[in-house]
């Protein structure tokens, strides 16, 4: 099973649609979850953390569930300007530092 | 403000000949990473400076190197490129002991070998 698992999709959705993805992760110690989000031949970006208690920002609202160690990502009112690989990523502990397990992203297109 | 920076954005090498990309940071941070990112794959940890110990990746090839002269600097060299090293490399940096904060990252270098 890999340490980080999402569906590749490709995701194809109208503007305004809501979309919703779904990340699970192997390692029930993992500490901190983070989706990035990364355009085509550029670097990923930070979208946003994911809190214990849930989290939203603007349109994106994110949430984590420790006990079935699962992330998720949902989307409302989706722009045009959202088309792009959205992964999921968790962090691990490894000694003092810690190492970041990356999901191999969910690829998301809004059309016109 | 950038606050990491790599340089060059676009890097081509001929196949065998030995090329070095460079990154920096203005932010101080303890732990710098590089990474390999290939097309449609997940960015690949190839090694990272604690300060300066450095830790590879158990399946990272022979072929990369790196060295950290000072905090704020960080090359990658690989030493004799292959076709198969053609991708994205990513710079990437963090602060030990924020767990919870994310990695910055560079906008990458482009490496094509011919």
């Known amino acids: 099973r890999k340490e980080v698992e999402q569906d590749p999709g490709p995701f194809n959705v109208p503007e305004g649609a809501t979309v919703a993805f779904n990340c699970t992760y192997s390692n029930s110690a993992s500490q901190s979850f983070f989706w990035y989000r990364q355009d085509c031949r550029k670097e990923p970006k930070l979208l946003m953390s994911v809190y214990s208690s849930g989290n939203e920002d603007g349109r994106f609202t994110a949430q984590l569930n420790r006990a079935s160690q699962y992330i998720s990502l949902l989307i409302r009112d989706s722009k045009l300007s959202d088309s792009a690989t959205y992964l999921c990523?968790?962090?691990?502990?490894?000694?003092?530092?810690?190492?970041?397990?990356w999901g191999l992203g969910t690829s998301l297109a809004v059309n016109p | 403000d950038a606050m990491v920076i790599q340089n060059p954005r676009y890097q081509v090498t001929q196949f065998g000949k030995p090329v070095t990309l460079s990154c920096s940071q203005t932010l101080n941070h303890n732990v710098m990473y590089w990474y390999q990112q290939k097309s449609s794959q997940a960015p690949k940890l190839l090694f990272h400076y604690y300060d300066k110990d450095f830790n590879n990746e158990a399946d990272t090839p022979d072929n990369f190197q790196s060295r950290r002269p000072n905090t704020s600097f960080c090359f990658l060299d690989i030493r004799s490129p292959g076709l198969g090293d053609a991708a994205m490399y990513l710079c990437?940096?963090?602060?030990?002991?924020?767990?919870?904060?994310?990695?910055?990252f560079g906008d990458g270098t482009r490496l094509s070998i011919l």
């Open positions: 990523v968790v962090t691990n502990r490894a000694g003092n530092n810690r190492k970041l397990i």
């Open positions: 990437a940096t963090s602060r030990v002991g924020e767990w919870d904060q994310p990695q910055h």
